[in-house]
């Protein structure tokens, strides 16, 4: 791939959304003219870690629905090989050339500024109502760069790109304050994946007047800091897995990914009770390629060369699905000239004109 065709290709979801809706503006849906959008993202979830793209022994039915239900792009690529500049290039429609945050040390001087433009802001002035839940990165409490100044009407989770990786948390950041978790300081009560699962359905269901935005940044199956779990994968409970006969490293990756699956069909399955089937576009992808410390017999990337922070496709490559069931037809888009739309998405700034 040359470096013009793969620049073009890792231009974000942020555009492609965009996009996407510039294109449809005119779709019947149901008397709206305005789709609802929700854009779950993974946290580290490899290219070979769902069913539907070959994974033979951790099941993740309700993310294979929705890639069965909707358009599956076979070669999607996120715009950095890990957290911080992947959520950027997402959140700003920049690649990493110009994008303020292009690592994932800490150096927040360098992240969201007033002048940046996120999707938040540009679907807010198209009226949207937007709401985050799980891991932003782009900028801590207290900053121009925090989440809801930069379009988001709420936010739950994690501001800063350390704190994610704590599961089980003193605190989360709750719009402009915290929620205190003061039973995680003496025993593990509050598991924060659990927390914002339930914070994005909540979203959720105060927004069916739509339209609206949510991002549910899910931080599953992203690694724990150690001090939490030796194996560095905290999660409250290895079912469905705990009597296989995988080590107990593996159990913990595969509840994980479960757990970020079951997530899924929640908010799936909310929207279609909702009667917003229709109404709604998901898309569902991760952030950037599987981690080499992940069980070699998962084969967390299947054929992809590499890992995470590797540029190679490993790295970069991830699963993409959208859904809008009633509006598009189920089918499998690859790279090609005609039916890329991901990869015709230009590098340039995210603009409301978009809308
Ligand atoms: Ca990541």
Redesign the pocket.
Known sequence: MTDLRRQRVTALVALAVLSILAGDTQAKTSGRTKPNIILILA??LGYGDLGCCGQRLIKTPNIDKLAREGLRFTQAYAGGP??TPSRCVLMTGLHNGPAPARDNVPHYHTYLQDKDVTVAEALKQAGYRCGGVGKWSLGDAGTVGRATHQGFDTWFGYLNQDHAHYYYPEYLDDDEGRLDLAGNRRSRRHYSHDLMAERALEFTRESRDGPFFLYAAFTLP?FSASKEDPGRFAVPSTAPYTHMGWNEKAKKYAAMVHRLDRAVGRIIDLVDEMGLTRQTLIIFTS??GGHEGVWREFDTNGPLRGY?RHLTEGGIRVPFFARWSGIWRSRRIGCSAKTNCIANVGPRPVSSKAV
Do not use: A, G, I, R
């Open positions: 946290d580290d890990v957290c992203h952030d950037n995470k």
